[in-house]
């Protein structure tokens, strides 16, 4: 057969749809009335009548009959062309001007062929829309994960896979939303745009509003306007949307991500553990597994889960308490640096002290984390919106879920002290000026005059809906789960 180039191919198929019309035939008509899935017609008794409709993947034309294999969103199924049952003309029009690539419609009985596979007997035959580029060939195309993000729309038609990567996730964040709607929590919308980027330790996006002429920031967390829901009355809320963060791009990170951020008034972290445990229930449930094997390791995502306490982890991993990296709600900058140098950290003069932390924790505590763990209790000095443990104010309620090695959920007994709350963003405001941090959270004014209208005692949580789709899905890469990922800008 002829090798042609693409424009070729291209010039060719816009050919066949000027045939189409010369015929009288619309090859983009309005609508079609489909009765049966794919799906469903394969469950159905022979000789039942169906009109499904989908995509040509496949196309085998042996004179007078044709076979085809048609795809929609629910499945694929051969169909059955013939030339005598169609009449010439319809025929003719379709091996001449239909290919592989091509939606149709069809009407006909279903059959078994010879080889028991289900198969429509077409009786009748629509056109719905032509295809003019030619489809990633099955076995040998789209290899380059940067062609397969960039297009994601041909991944998707020649890799069933990758379809069904985005359906578990869908299906992930509907059981989210059936747990939460039972547990009388509203779900909300709070504002993209913001006057400040709060509610978590990240660089924020900034663009410009022209009417108000003052820059706007894209929201980093939605956590502030949600706790001021609580303080209004309500008694549980959740947002389910995409947050934005300046940062870094790789494996585990996307500028443009998407959170579930709960909140619960007369809860705190244990209740947002029970949410966690509750969560990975109905996962195992619907999806019918108990482990899940990723990045190498098998994990066990049935509940319960184990708590790991990071005071009792830093004793027994790095041999001291915890306590010594600590000055009440600061870090003890000169003993943590010494840590920092006695395990060969990297850091300068202008890596901030939460970095540093952070460097220590992956590399001693938590690297070694593959089962389902919550950590819990983390430093004050890196979370300045949890409330403190009783009789200790260098740590707070605060805990991390891990599985896979990956941090899926973050989780507070919510700080509701105004005063406490005001001290605290000020020294996070102060890491800001004093060591260059620009992840480290804002002083807001405007939540803490909110919080001084009182605020009941709150539990929290974030969970990355992205880190979570990559565990259930086994993809090691967040670019896998995200369906369009931020790619760098190419000329056309």
Known sequence: MENKTLDEIIKTNYQKIKNLRDKGIDPFPRRFEVKNKISQALNLPIDTEVICAGRIMLLRIMGKATFAHIRDGSGKIQIYLKKDILGEEVYDNFKKNCHIGDFI?????????????????????????????????????????????????????????????????????????????????????????????????????????????????????????LKKLIIGGYDGVYEIGRVFRNEGIDTRHNPEFTTLEAYKAYSDYNGMAALVEKIFEKICKIFNIEQVEYDGNIINIKPPFQRLYLPQMWKEKIGQDI?????????????????????????????????????????????????????????????????????????????????????????????????????????????????NNAEADILDKDFIEAMEYGMPPTGGIGIGIDRLAMLITRNSSIREVIIFPLLKSVKR
């Open 105 to 225: 419609g069809v009407e006909g009985n279903i059959f078994k062929t010879h080889t028991g596979e289900i198969t429509i007997n077409v009786k009748k035959l629509t056109v719905l829309s032509k295809c003019v580029r030619p489809l990633p060939e099955k076995w040998h195309g789209i290899t380059d994960s940067e062609t397969r993000y960039r297009e994601r729309y041909l991944d998707l038609i020649a890799n069933d896979n990758i379809r069904e990567i985005f359906i578990k996730r869908a299906n992930v964040i509907s059981i989210i939303r059936e747990i939460l709607n039972s547990e009388d929590y509203l779900e909300v919308e709070t504002p993209v745009l913001c006057s400040q980027a709060g509610g978590a330790a990240a660089r924020p996006f900034i663009t410009f509003h022209n009417v108000y002429k003052t820059e706007l920031y894209l929201r980093i967390a939605t956590e502030l306007p």
């Open 323 to 435: 306590h010594n990296i600590l000055t009440g709600k600061s870090f003890n900058k000169t003993n943590l640096f010494k840590l920092a140098d006695d395990y060969g950290i990297e850091y300068d003069n202008r890596t901030p002290s939460a970095k540093i932390f952070e460097r220590i924790m992956d590399e001693k505590i938590l690297k070694d984390i593959k089962q389902p763990s919550f950590i819990m209790d983390y430093p004050t000095a890196i979370t300045p919106l949890a409330k403190t443990k009783e009789g200790d104010e260098s740590i707070v309620e605060r805990f991390e879920f891990f599985a896979g090695g990956e941090e899926i959920a973050n989780a507070y007994t919510e700080l509701n002290d105004p005063e406490d709350q005001k001290s605290r963003l000020a020294e996070q405001l102060k890491q800001r000026d004093e060591e």
